[in-house]
């Protein structure tokens, strides 16, 4: 697997004119950008996918993100990720940034600065073409059926996860 490096940023999210090798360990005030995808279709519905049974967290549901790859920004990378691990090309135009948020590595060393896009997009899960490294299975699923999956130990539980349901698709 080729190396994978990421901008080294600011807690402000500012470059730093540095590179980190992801797998490293950072410093400490180190932080890299990192993107989580919501995909949202006009029936109130986000597609969600499974994590592939090879990688952490196996089999549970989450929104495609992932790395912003040094040189990268946070669409591109939105925009990368989904067409790596969905097969669906977004419109750069129908995406925004909901929040932003900073998230400690487990291991202490530095931080990820997480962007939480929001993309309007309408897909039938035929069309998908799923990265078997990444993903197993996708499902659009409403507000209730995420709430429902989370309380079922189904679905990473993340923190902003009801303020995101109840402000977005309102």
Known sequence: MPKE??????????????????GLPMREG??????????????GEFLISQRAPTKNQPLMWE???GG????????????????????????PDCGYVWRRYPWPHSDGSGAALIELWIFDH??????LTL???ETCAAMW?????????ISRGEMIPYTYTEDLLSETLS
């Not at 699923?141 to 999956?149: H, L, P, T, V, W």
């Open 131 to 133: 990265c078997p490294e």
């Open 68 to 91: 912003v790859i040094a040189g990268e920004d946070g669409l591109t990378a939105a925009l990368r990720e989904v067409r790596e691990e969905l097969g669906i090309e977004l419109c």
């Open 30 to 43: 180190e932080y890299h950008l990192s993107v989580t995808v919501w995909i949202r279709n006009s029936r």
């Open 141 to 149: 699923a409403n507000a209730e059926q995420i709430r429902e999956m």
């Open 5 to 22: 490096y990421w901008d080294i940023l600011t807690e402000t999210g500012a470059k730093t004119g540095r590179i980190h090798e992801r």
């Open 122 to 127: 309408e897909a039938e899960l035929s069309e």
């Open 63 to 65: 929104p495609t993100g």
